[in-house]
């Protein structure tokens, strides 16, 4: 597979040459460039949330079992002294960093589901309603950030389907086909629930074809297809 600077280089990169001929042609203003990029840059990671070792978890784990026990001793009314509660946040975070770890990866398999294109999919889905519904972004910008997050997870797919060959083509690692694939054959269940959610998404919030449509016309005046 490839490396974590790899997927954060190759994410970054290839959406960087599609961020410029849409802000070239106004479609995205600079503080939206700034965000699809680092869309971008979440989506070439999110597939490595599944392995035990990976950088993306580690961080990702660290971030809610710290700010989580927080804001939820500070949305609690108590008349504790501010010394008791940083006992009880720092006792919270501990263990709740080692409850969550524990049983995500217990329930996860490295180039599981997770490495699968619908689970892409879904990731895009989500992150299109959450800018649409709770950042109150219209519809055309909220579609593209989720199409650029959802670019950034094929990326890293396609790497590590890359890195399982050889530079000359003589050998084949075990490791091939099971990164960028369209389901997991040792968790059909998750597969199928995870195609039921993205049929259902559409059916709440469909997607509107003339923004591809438009996205389609300026990269093909940029000669990018």
């Known amino acids: ?25 106004s479609i995205i203003q600079t503080t939206e460039s700034i965000i699809l990029l680092a869309l971008a840059l979440i989506g070439g990671v999110l597939p490595d949330l599944d392995s035990d070792n990976s950088k993306p978890i580690q961080i990702v784990f660290k971030i809610v079992s710290i700010f989580l026990p927080l804001i939820v001793i500070l949305a609690i009314p108590n008349d504790l002294s501010i010394f008791y509660l940083v006992i009880y946040w720092l006792l919270s975070t501990l263990i709740l960093r080692i409850t969550l770890f524990q049983l995500f990866i217990s329930f996860t398999t490295h180039r599981g589901i997770f490495h699968s294109i619908p689970m892409g999919i879904v990731f895009a889905q989500i992150t299109t309603y959450i800018l649409y519904k709770a950042f109150d972004y219209d519809l055309i910008f909220s579609t593209i950030s989720g199409a650029f997050l959802f670019f950034g997870f094929i990326v890293h797919l396609l790497l590590d389907e890359i890195v399982s060959l050889n530079a000359l083509g003589i050998r084949v690692k075990k490791s091939f086909g099971t990164a960028f694939k369209f389901y997991d054959s040792q968790n059909i269940m998750g597969t199928l629930l995870l195609y039921i959610f993205i049929i259902l998404f559409f059916i709440y919030l469909p997607i509107k074809i003339d923004i591809f449509l438009d996205i389609f016309e300026v990269f093909k005046n940029t000669k990018l297809l």
């Open 1 to 25: 597979m490839a490396s974590f600077e790899q997927h954060v280089n190759g994410a970054v990169i290839s959406s960087g040459v599609l961020i410029v001929p849409l802000h070239s042609a």
